[in-house]
């Protein structure tokens, strides 16, 4: 069965900083999909990027990047001079074969204060 | 990008009453749709599988009688929390999967109950 593993509750950054989230996945199919959203406070999901397991490139959009490492099962998300507006609850999700369901991390709450 | 509409954002009902939850692909048919749940600083658990022409399959723990979902059309499943109460609040978020090979992920914007 697939699980999704962000360890961090709770970050607390100030403004400027780089912070990275972490997220860790089990899967037995070889081939999935792993997936990163924002849940701002109004609730919506807000969809970030999308990567199946056979590109481990490593993306940078803007001021995010990600890090997808299979031999650590880990695709870990970067924010880069983090912004107060970037404050939100992040959630990193996985689907197995081709999209069927998500399943999701317990979500790592990042709080970028002035 | 595909849209996926769902309304309302937010409800408050009465405990016994029930509510109707509606989850629109916009311009996009979607023969499947996915309901899930969130309760305050959760995580989002999938609740049931809707599936255009029959019928839901639930997952695990879910009273398919207390939440019916309904499938009516390639652009429209409904949730319907019966008989609600107050340990029903919570933030129900639909999906719709879209693109090649439905890998990508869409989802409405979410609907805040509150059952008082």
């Known amino acids: 069965a697939q699980k999704v593993t962000q360890a961090q509750t709770e970050i607390s950054v100030v403004e400027k900083e780089d912070v990275t989230l972490d997220c860790v996945y089990e899967?037995?199919?070889?081939?999935?999909?792993l997936f990163w959203y924002k849940q701002p406070p109004s609730g919506e999901l807000v969809f970030l990027i999308r990567?199946?397991?056979?590109?481990?490139q490593n993306e940078i959009s803007g001021r995010y990047s990600w890090n997808f490492q299979k031999s650590t099962s880990s695709f870990n998300f970067t924010i880069t001079a983090s912004q107060v507006v970037d404050s939100a609850v992040y959630f990193c999700a996985l689907s197995e074969g081709g999209y069927s369901t998500l399943t999701f991390g317990k979500g790592t709450m990042l709080l970028v204060s002035p | 990008g595909a849209v996926v509409s769902q309304h309302p954002s937010w409800v408050i009902c009465k405990s016994g009453t029930s509510v109707k939850i509606e989850c629109r692909s916009l311009?996009?048919?979607?023969?499947?749709m996915f309901w899930y749940r969130q309760f305050p600083k959760q995580s989002l658990m999938l609740m049931a599988t809707?599936?255009?022409?029959?019928?839901?399959?639930?997952e695990q723990g879910v009273e398919k009688d207390k939440f019916l979902i309904n499938h009516a059309s390639l652009t429209l499943s409904t949730l319907t929390v019966t008989s609600a109460h107050p340990e029903d609040s919570s933030f129900y978020i639909c999906?719709?999967?879209?693109?090649?090979?439905?890998?990508?992920?869409?989802f409405g914007q979410g609907t805040r109950l509150t059952v008082v």
């Open positions: 809707s599936n255009e022409g029959s019928k839901a399959t639930y």
């Open positions: 899967t037995r199919d070889t081939t999935y999909y």
């Open positions: 311009d996009f048919q979607a023969t499947t």
């Open positions: 999906s719709a999967p879209s693109g090649s090979m439905n890998t990508e992920a869409f």
């Open positions: 990567r199946n397991s056979f590109d481990e």
